[in-house]
Structure formats: C-alpha cells, structure tokens
C-alpha cells in the first residue's frame, strides 16, 4: 500500500505560480512512477506529469514549458512547479503512484487560476 497526501493549492491569478506537492509514504520501493492529474468539472480526469523511478519525465503538450515535475527522494515527496497559470489549468490535481499493478491515489488539492 502507498499513501499520498498532496498540498499547496490554492487561487492564484493568470500568469502567476504554484507548487504542488504530495508525500508519499508506505511501500515506496514498490513505486514504477509517480504523476499529477487533473481533472476539470465535466471533464475527464488527464494527466499532467510523470516521473518514473529513474528520474524520465513526460508532460501533457497543454503544460510542457509552464509545468515541471520533480522529486527529494530523502523526503519521499513529489512536485509538480506551475508556472504561467491560466484560467484554463484550474482543475482539482491529485497525485498518483504507480506500483505495478496498481494505482493509488492522493485526496486532491484544488487548483483555481481567476483574476
């Protein structure tokens, strides 16, 4: 089992930035990869970002160049920097880990980009 926990939403203006992040803990040795998703009202949930266990990175074409994730394996925690917010990035962001085959996932932190 992998418990997530994310933090650091919030409202932010267009153009301005946040940092997710999202502690992980339990079996982390057991992690292939971890992501952020969002999902929008009346969308569907999509991912954002990846990262897998030796540090490849993937972004969604909608973020590459304002989002970038990365990790402190000390801390065991994941973030995901946001940068260039637009009203279009609000969603509620949850945190996923990938533990083969399973997925798990954190409680969601709400993200909303308005002047």
């Known amino acids: 089992q992998v418990q997530l926990v994310e933090s650091g939403g919030g409202l932010v203006h267009p153009g301005g930035s946040l940092r997710l992040s999202c502690a992980a803990s339990?079996?982390?040795?057991?992690?292939?990869?971890m992501g952020w998703y969002r999902q929008a009202p009346g969308k569907q949930r999509e991912r954002v970002a990846l990262i897998t266990s030796s540090g490849i990175t993937n972004y969604a074409d909608s973020v590459k160049g304002r989002f970038i994730i990365s990790r402190d394996n000390a801390k065991n925690t994941v973030y995901l920097q946001m940068n260039s917010l637009k009203p279009e990035d609000t969603a509620v962001y949850y945190c996923?880990?990938?533990?083969?085959?399973?997925?798990?996932w954190g409680q969601g932190t709400q993200v909303t980009v308005s002047s």
């Open positions: 339990g079996s982390i040795v057991s992690i292939n990869a």
């Open positions: 996923n880990a990938f533990s083969y085959p399973v997925d798990f």
